[in-house]
């Protein structure tokens, strides 16, 4: 999701410093100036027009990504993350709906590089590839409709804005279940589930909803998947427990097994399970990592962030700015 939205903020919005201007000082992000890649051109975003009947802003048929590149101020270098795998969820994504990419996965990181040097970024940023149907059409159906695509990337920060641990609520909104809406599929529609959760945790006062699937099991956050810590082993929810398959979530997987030699358990769990962990974290890409510290009013442990989430914050804050050599793969730069 996008901060923009998210903050509420005005139409122009102005992030610094976020760019490098053509004597290589850090400028201002003026979003009407940045560079979008748009139905098969670099346009400036001033320049991308999109009508009122646009298919897919009435009936949420578009599939979106959310990709973060990390800006290493040492280096002077902007590391995308794990591109390749974004894009070939949005490919997943797109086969359920029924659409085509223009480009194959290569190619797609290979315009989103291009397109972030053109913007010249020299800040941590956040990347929204979009696949939608753009038939100016009245008419609920997938077939015979035109598809395009873009991408849009601007400055990012922090998506929770919560230094001391996040404050979360179980929603009394359920997650879309697949044979509802899939769930796997990072689709626009779908993400009114997510807003109502998110909306209904914010009036109630805390930064982030917990969403359970209709059976009662823990599903995840709003727009994050969730690990729960008890005695030393991260358990976290199957992928047939309606979650978006997460890149963050299988980054985190890895570093717990790899880095800390600890057991992972992909299980179902149990709402009362999320009182009684020792440590609580929500992921994903917009999110990163976000220790819950308190749940429905009670403490998450001691209620305040944990070893185990300060060791695992640490080191993704290194990994991704291609700070740990093993997993440098994972980290493509940019300039
Ligand atoms: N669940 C939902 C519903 C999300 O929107 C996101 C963010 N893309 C995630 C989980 C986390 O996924 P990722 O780590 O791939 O960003």
């Not at 359920?96 to 194959?104: A, D, E, N, V």
Request: net charge negative.
């Amino acid at each position: 999701m996008d901060a923009h939205e998210m903050s509420g903020g005005s139409a122009q919005m102005v992030v610094e410093p976020a760019a490098a201007g053509s004597d290589g000082e850090a400028r201002p992000f003026v979003r009407d100036e940045a560079w979008v890649y748009f139905q098969g051109e670099m346009r400036r975003y001033r320049d991308c027009r999109l009508g009122p009947m646009t298919h897919a802003l009435h009936y949420g048929t578009g599939c979106f990504e959310g990709i973060r590149a990390y800006w290493n101020s040492l280096e002077r270098q902007l590391y995308l993350f794990r591109a390749q795998e974004h894009y070939q969820r949005l490919s997943q994504s797109t086969r359920i709906l029924k659409m085509k990419l223009p480009h194959g996965v290569d190619e797609l990181v290979a315009l989103t590089v291009e397109m972030l040097r053109r913007n010249r970024f020299v800040s941590d940023v956040y990347i929204r590839p979009l696949a939608y149907k753009s038939s100016e059409e009245i008419g609920v159906r997938l077939h015979n409709l035109e598809d395009a695509f873009l991408i849009y990337a601007q400055p990012f920060g922090d998506y929770i804005e919560a230094a001391h641990g996040t404050r979360c609520m179980v929603s009394s909104w359920r997650r879309i279940d697949d044979n509802v809406a899939p769930a796997r599929a990072k689709i626009t529609g779908t993400y009114v589930n997510s807003a109502l959760a998110k909306s209904e945790a914010f009036d109630n006062g805390y930064d982030e909803a917990i969403v359970l699937g209709q059976d009662g099991h823990v599903s995840e956050g709003s727009a994050e998947n969730i690990f729960i810590i008890r005695k030393g082993t991260l358990i976290t929810p199957p992928v047939y427990d309606n979650i978006l398959e997460g890149i963050t979530r299988s980054t985190l997987i890895q570093l717990w097994t790899e880095e800390l030699g600890l057991p992972v358990v992909e299980r179902s769990i149990d709402r009362t399970e999320l009182y009684v962990a020792d440590e609580v974290v929500l992921c994903g890409t917009g999110a990163q990592l976000s220790p819950v510290v308190e749940i429905d009013t009670r403490p998450v442990g001691e209620g305040v962030v944990g070893p185990y989430a300060q060791q695992l914050e640490a080191l993704y804050s290194r990994l991704v700015r291609g700070q740990l050599e093993k997993y440098r793969e994972w980290c493509l730069p940019v300039y």
